[in-house]
């Protein structure tokens, strides 16, 4: 049974965040990405900012790290592992949810969100940045079912019933808390092995991370690299003209 886009009445309630987060929430037409980044030098860590979307779950989030940026980088593994559980929590059981590197959530072999990262423009590799930013996107409904030609997928069509934005977005905020205390315990390299458990894998085909985040792809004729950089400016994954993940 096919479910309706996000009601009125759910994008009134905010989300309850755990204690430490405040939240900054935008009308319909605000970028939740871009406004997380003009205020994150002023907001501090932990602000979260909401933009009331019918369509798609778009939020960002404020992070202040404590390593240098080649380093702090890797956090985008860390957010999407964050990402991943919270869907996981609301999701159908038995349907995969994978990583598509680095930065695209696949469900069910459908695209269904992703999430890019930002730092402070002109912050050197070996300096610890100010902020980073995280923004998220999970498409809600396609508002259509899913048809020929299509990579994308949407929560409703894909059976997330009684699932909302507020949900998603309260299970993300404990979920990157738990990622944090896990960074913080077992390190960086930990926070990506993880993220490598969940990577969309191509048999034959051995993956690793670099310590400055990029991908490691060895196959029998040979190892490559995919910078991690390169990747997130390309943001491969949104649509730009209709602002949300690729259908």
Known sequence: MAVSAQRPDD???????PPGFSLVALRESGD????ACAIASEAGAATLVWTRRFDIVEFAV?????????????????????LADALAVHSPPERPILFRWPDALIYDLGLIGGGRLAWPEGCGEDTVPDW????????????????????????AEEGFEEVDAVDLIEAFARHLMLSVTRW????????????LDRLDKVPGTRHGIDPNGDLVVTTQAGTGRRSLVEALARVDWLDRESGGPKL
């Not at 994008?11 to 965040?17: F, N, S, T």
């Not at 404020?62 to 964050?82: D, F, H, K, T």
């Open 184 to 195: 913080q315990s077992d390190g960086a390299k930990a926070t990506a092995l993880r993220w």
């Open 11 to 17: 994008l009134r309630r905010e989300p309850v965040l």
């Open 32 to 35: 939740a990405f871009a406004h």
């Open 62 to 82: 404020v992070l202040e790290p404590e390593s240098p940026l080649g380093e702090a980088r890797l956090a985008q593994y860390l957010a999407m592992n964050a």
């Open 132 to 155: 980073l930013v995280f923004g998220a996107m999970l498409r809600a409904t396609t508002m259509t079912p899913f048809a020929a030609g299509h990579v994308g997928v949407g929560m």
